[in-house]
């Protein structure tokens, strides 16, 4: 089983902070890593797939970036906003399976 | 809606029961994923079928067991049920059977096992 780690575990920030969070893993193991948001209630949804060392992806305000060499990847919030307030799950994919981390939880409040 | 369907939503049990959850894939993925989430724990993974075939193995239990079936839709059964068992288990499905596919879930099925 593979460690995929992230931090912190819970984040509270005020509307219109920017914020970030961190996924670490291993990076013997590496294919993709994935972010997922998970609302409440909802099951989680992909937010962005990243394959490739110094990989960048954005969508609106949420960016992401990626280092393979060192096993990590962060995850940015620009301008927090309410409904950002969710899970945020990074994910190894190792080719043939996903580790998970446990997730941050995002509470915006505002 | 995901497009990845799963039933029951919700289902209440006894100890010692055994329980089945359906999971039916988005339209053209030929994988699907068993997932169980319990409390304080991040999603942990059960296993993987794809197209009928058993793909990949994580933590399930003896007592539980799983197959796809021909039209792709698939079943996770749980056996002997104790009160740890009571978790939310996820469905998801890809396209296809590795390499950099995205996970589409289902809204899961919550198992309560008192």
């Known amino acids: 089983i593979l460690n995929v780690e992230q931090s912190p575990q819970s984040l509270h920030v005020q509307e219109g902070d920017s914020t970030n969070f961190t996924c670490s893993f291993p990076s013997s193991n590496f294919y993709a890593l994935h972010w997922y948001r998970w609302e409440t209630a909802k099951s989680p949804e992909a937010l962005f797939v990243m394959t490739l060392n110094g990989d960048e992806k954005k969508k609106g305000r949420i960016s992401a970036t990626l280092n393979t060499k060192e096993g990590y990847s962060y995850l940015y919030i620009k301008g927090s906003q309410p409904e950002d307030s969710a899970t945020y799950l990074c994910a190894l994919n190792t080719g043939n399976q996903f580790y998970f981390g446990t997730g941050t939880s995002l509470t915006v409040i505002p | 809606d995901s497009g990845v369907t799963q039933t029951p939503k919700h289902l209440i049990t006894a100890t010692g029961q055994r329980v089945t959850l359906r999971c039916s894939p988005r339209?053209?993925?030929?994988?699907v994923y068993w997932y169980q989430q319990s409390l304080d724990q991040g999603l942990q993974f059960l296993i993987q079928?794809?197209?009928?075939?058993e793909r990949a193995k994580g933590n399930i239990l003896e007592r539980f067991s799983a197959q796809q079936f021909p039209d792709l839709h698939s079943e996770l059964n749980l056996s002997s049920l104790e009160l740890g068992d009571s978790a939310l288990y996820f469905c998801?499905?890809?396209?296809w059977g590795s390499g950099a596919n995205v996970l589409t879930f289902g809204a899961g099925s919550r198992l309560t096992v008192l």
């Open positions: 339209s053209g993925d030929l994988s």
């Open positions: 079928y794809y197209n009928g075939e």
């Open positions: 998801a499905s890809s396209p």
